[in-house]
Nanobody
Framework: QVQLVESGGGLVQAGGSLRLSCAAS????????MGWFRQAPGKEREFVAA???????YYADSVKGRFTISRDNAKNTVYLQVNSLKPEDTAVYYC?????????????????WGQGTQVTVSS
């Protein structure tokens, strides 16, 4: 079992930045692919970014160049640095973990989820 707790969300003006964190506890963090997803009101959950156990990163086209995912295995934490925020980035951001390592862009391939952290970008 893996428990995930996100933090770092908030209200920010367009063009601003935030650093989201996801602290993991439970089984060995190093063995899990970590992902970030988001869900805006009235919309389906969408993939944002993922990082493999070896540090390879994946991004949605909509955030490429603005968001950066990273992990600190010593701290059992994954981060999402979000820069140049736009109003359309407003959503609840969720951290997720999967042990399989494939189809990292698909939410239903993840085994564990956090409770989410709200990011609101004002124009």
């Amino acid at each position: 079992q893996v428990q995930l707790v996100e933090s770092g969300g908030g209200l920010v003006q367009a063009g601003g930045s935030l650093r989201l964190s996801c602290a993991a506890s439970g089984r060995t963090f190093n063995n899990y692919v970590m992902g970030w997803f988001r869900q805006a009101p009235g919309k389906e959950r969408e993939f944002v970014a993922a990082i493999s156990t070896s540090g390879y990163t994946y991004y949605a086209d909509s955030v490429k160049g603005r968001f950066t995912i990273s992990r600190d295995n010593a701290k059992n934490t994954v981060y999402l640095q979000v820069n140049s925020l736009k109003p359309e980035d407003t959503a609840v951001y969720y951290c997720a973990a999967q042990a399989w390592g494939y189809y990292v862009r698909l939410g239903d391939k993840y085994d564990y989820w956090g409770q989410g952290t709200q990011v609101t970008v004002s124009s």
